[in-house]
């Protein structure tokens, strides 16, 4: 029921680019991502709803495949501060107030 | 910037005894959560809370666990009978849309013994 993350886990050289995916078995209703920092709480970044409409940090970009119930985070142009761990959360078209994460994608910047 | 806070940032208790998590939502967010994370795994959803009455709730949130919103700015976690694999992070979150972007506090790290 969990959505699947893909990669586990990244390393980047500052600058360049990663794509992390998560995909579900489920219709969705949207797609939440966050990025957690070792100790810290989940920081939220960016959502992506049924329908197109999505909202979000401004640096941070992503899609939602409908058909495919796929949804991709793009980070671009990586900086040190991106490290950290990246999880989504998927809401279901019949549970539309529950959100279920994923097992999380590491992210590892290096300089 | 507006925040969600929790109380206590760590709490210790032996198996058996009942804890109180506590959580101040951002003040106009109407929906609520509680999750959790065990060390070095994911989060996990524990219950959704709106209109003073739970939404949601997974399969975790057994008849140990409860939630309430006592006054206006409050709200609780109440785990009757603790076990160790209660040992967790617990995280409340609110957002002023049901399933809009949520705002995670920093969490209680609960230690049971």
């Known amino acids: 029921q969990q959505p699947v993350q893909s990669p586990q886990a990244v390393i980047l050289r500052e600058g360049e680019d990663a794509v992390i995916n998560c995909s579900s078995s489920?219709?969705?209703?949207?797609v939440h991502w966050y990025r957690q920092k070792h100790g810290e709480a989940p920081v939220f970044l960016m959502i992506?709803?049924?329908?197109?409409e999505q909202k979000g940090h401004e640096k941070i970009s992503a899609s939602f495949n409908e058909k495919k119930q796929q949804s991709s985070l793009y980070l671009t142009a990586s900086q040190l501060s991106y490290s950290g761990t990246y999880f989504c959360?998927?809401?279901?078209?019949?549970?539309?107030?529950?959100?279920?994460f994923g097992s999380g994608t590491r992210l590892l910047v290096r300089p | 910037e507006p925040e969600v806070t929790q109380t206590p940032s760590h709490q210790v208790t032996q198996m058996g005894q009942e804890v109180i998590l506590r959580c101040v939502p951002i003040?106009?967010?109407?929906?609520f959560y509680w999750y959790r994370q065990i060390l070095g795994q994911k989060v996990e959803f524990l219950v959704s809370?709106?209109?003073?009455?739970?939404?949601?709730k997974s399969e975790i949130f057994d008849d140990q666990f409860s939630v309430e919103r006592p006054d206006g700015s409050n709200f609780t976690l109440k785990i009757r009978s603790t076990k160790l694999e209660d040992s967790a992070m617990y995280f409340c979150?609110?957002?002023?849309?049901?399933?809009?972007?949520?705002?995670f506090g920093p969490g209680t790290r609960l230690t049971v013994t």
């Open positions: 979150a609110s957002s002023d849309l049901g399933l809009g972007e949520q705002y």
């Open positions: 489920k219709a969705l209703y949207s």
């Open positions: 992506l709803l049924k329908g197109g």
């Open positions: 959360g998927t809401a279901r078209m019949d549970s539309s107030y529950k959100l279920i």
């Open positions: 003040s106009n967010h109407l929906y």
């Open positions: 809370f709106y209109n003073n009455e739970i939404s949601e």
